[in-house]
């Protein structure tokens, strides 16, 4: 007899993209930034490093709550702090949803949402997305309104897609939270600014951002959120006492103070990303427009799982996907392959390959 929750032995666990420890390989599959941090983050982490580490860290992390207000245009109290994003959204899910409440989600989109809300004893339904990735409203604002918390991610994972904010406005439920989960929004080719924090809806909206891409910390888990103080004060109460370590408050301290070397790197990124689109669909891919830091690409052979093993097979990694119950997929599955964006010689090696491939 299993003694954890049945809510945790009915699911099998959110499983994330392949992490080698070998060298050799060219890591294309989990939307790294393959440019590194900025200087003054290395900077920081050493002087903290030689530090009081024998210390607690701030656990409000007061320094960072400034220096991100300040890039957001928001007051200090507006900022939560998190051990990566995914940490932020836990604790939105923990905060929000009982077992009797329902939380929504698009669907293909990222399926870490799922898995918090089977975590917590949720309820679950999917918003569907059409095959142009847009919403049929008439399908989903009935399941908005009987939803206390809706995820959306914006730019969308796995299609790389952005909606605009009118059709956010429509995914508030009446009577509960809209989460705006923005880890690809500095990719973004206008990003937005937070418009609807300040909008009638304010109380009711969440944002969550990562330094995980566009600052080049993946290695170093944080995130934060971005809301009314009131919601700040509330998700206070159930972060735990110390949720982020004093090495990455002061790694993303200095990474959000420096404006200039992450849009530097998200430029570079974005055009390496147009000449990936522009060199796939030469070669028979269809690509979703994108405003992330990867493209989605499907096939008109559907050969996905075979040109991702053929990749594998030569030490690059893209990521597989596939997402069952999409009604208007073949024979209601969608698969393709979610490529992040590299370097250019990395793109080189990798288009070298599919040309060989495909």
Not at 17 to 45: C, F, H, M
Not at 104 to 122: H, K, M, N, R, V
Request: hydrophobic share 40%.
């Amino acid at each position: 007899m299993s003694l954890f929750r049945p809510e945790l032995d009915r699911i099998a666990g959110y499983v994330p993209g392949e992490q080698p420890q070998d060298s050799g390989w060219t890591k294309l599959n989990t939307n790294e930034n393959p440019y590194p941090p900025s200087p003054r983050v290395i900077e920081a982490i050493t002087d903290t490093a030689r530090g009081r580490l024998n210390m607690y860290p701030d656990p409000l992390g007061t320094a960072f709550r400034r220096a991100a207000a300040e890039v957001c245009e928001v007051e200090p109290d507006w900022i939560l702090p998190g051990n990566g994003s995914d940490e932020v959204l836990t604790i939105l899910t923990r905060s929000f949803a009982g077992p009797n409440d329902q939380i929504a989600f698009p669907y293909p989109s990222y399926i870490l949402y799922e898995t918090l809300a089977d975590l917590q004893g949720a309820k679950h339904e999917r918003l569907p997305l059409e095959p142009d990735w847009s919403w049929d409203f008439n399908k989903v604002i009935p399941i908005v309104e009987r939803s206390k918390l809706v995820f959306v991610p914006n730019p969308n994972s796995p299609s790389g897609n952005r909606w605009t904010w009118d059709d956010l406005v429509s995914l508030t439920p009446r009577r509960g939270m809209l989460v705006l989960d923005e880890a690809y929004g500095d990719f973004a080719d206008a990003p937005h600014r937070g418009e609807l924090l300040n909008s009638t809806l304010g109380k009711q909206i969440v944002i969550t951002r990562t330094f995980s891409k566009s600052y080049s910390l993946a290695g170093i888990r944080f995130g934060f959120a971005i809301a009314h103080p009131s919601i700040i004060a509330g998700l206070r109460k159930m972060k735990d006492s110390y949720n982020c370590d004093a090495i990455s408050l002061a790694a993303a301290t200095a990474a959000i103070q420096d404006q200039d070397w992450m849009k530097s790197n998200t430029t570079r990124i974005r055009a390496t990303r147009e000449r990936l689109t522009s060199a796939l669909v030469k070669i028979g891919f269809h690509v979703v427009p994108s405003q992330t830091n990867f493209v989605w690409a499907t096939h008109p052979s559907g050969e996905h799982k075979a040109q991702y093993d053929a990749l594998r097979a030569k030490k690059i990694l893209v990521r597989y996907m596939s997402f069952p119950d999409v009604a208007w997929a073949n024979q209601g599955r969608l698969d393709g392959l979610r490529i992040t964006i590299g370097t250019d010689s990395e793109i080189d090696l990798l288009l070298d390959a599919l040309n060989g491939i495909v």
